[in-house]
Structures are given as C-alpha cells and as structure tokens.
C-alpha cells in the first residue's frame, strides 16, 4: 500500500520538471492529487461522484462537477462514462463526447483507453475535439476486444471519423 498523498507529490516533482502531470485515481488519492493540480485527470462519472461528494445524475451535473473542478487548478478534466460517453472540460469550456454504437466484449480497460486516445490526440493536434475523438475511437476498439488485450494502432483510430463532440453550456 501507498500513501494516499503519493500522487500528489509525484505531481509536483512532474511539473517541476516542466512535464504534463497525468492522474488516473479513486478516492483519497484523487482528491489529493487534484489539489495538486496535475495538468489531466480521469476519473470516471462514480470517482467523480466521490470526489465530489454527491451523485451526478445528469450529463448537466457531470459538466458542473467538470467545471469546478478545472477551478481548482487542474487544466483538463475528462470524465468518461461508459455507455453515455464522456464529458471533458478545458480552458473554461465544456465538451460532449458521444458514444458509439459497438458491441460490447469487455469494458477492463476502457478508461485507460480512453486516456491513451485524448493522449495520443494531443501528439496530432492541438485541437481539443481531436483529441476527444481520438479518445473515444481508442476506447470504442477497446470494448470489443476480449479482456485484457489491446487492439491493434489500426483498429484503435479506426472510428476516429464517425465520433461527435459537441461544445457544451
């Protein structure tokens, strides 16, 4: 076990050194890493719910919690939320990710996927929207794909075209 601070003080060793800080975490760990303010996080919509302390019944109190917590400092907050997609805030918009119609083999992993794409969009593009395509293509070829296996670079970026983003209010 480590301590829950951990991520928190990784981050700032991370922007010390001038390079984006990345938090992917639950719980104690996320709430403290946030007060770090790591340049991303991801959590998805139930560690959202317990940072936040309350349920996020709607895409509209997902895009709130979003908001509040880009205003503590943290400069991208992507939100995934399986079957409903995802919602990201950066640079004091909002943005919907809409989901893609596949079938589903295995969610392990679609998270993590999702992190790669926005990760991997960034290297392609400065857009944002790119970006958040990329995301959801990555995690799309991930949930039809057993288990724990990746898909391949092609399949990944294979749907990257048919994904909507849309700015929010």
């Not at 003080?9 to 104690?28: F, H, P, Q, T």
């Not at 990710?97 to 596949?102: E, K, T």
């Amino acid at each position: 076990s480590i301590a829950d601070d951990v991520y928190k003080n990784l981050i700032a060793i991370v922007k010390e050194k001038g390079a984006v800080s990345v938090l992917d975490a639950d719980g104690e760990a996320l709430r403290l890493g946030v007060e770090g303010a790591p340049h991303i996080i991801k959590p998805n919509q139930v560690e959202l719910e317990r940072l936040m302390g309350r349920k996020l019944k709607t895409i509209a109190d997902v895009a709130d919690a979003a908001r509040e917590i880009e205003a503590r400092g943290v400069e991208t907050v992507l939100v995934s939320l399986g079957g409903n997609g995802a919602v990201a805030a950066k640079e004091g918009k909002l943005y919907r990710v809409y989901p893609l119609n596949a079938p589903v083999r295995s969610t392990v992993g679609a998270g993590d996927s999702f992190l790669c794409g926005y990760l991997y969009g960034q290297t392609v593009s400065e857009d944002i929207t790119v970006a958040l395509r990329y995301a959801m293509a990555f995690a799309t070829a991930k949930i039809q794909t057993e288990g724990t296996d990746i898909p391949e670079f092609e399949s990944l970026c294979q749907d990257f075209e048919k994904v909507t983003v849309e700015t929010i209010e």
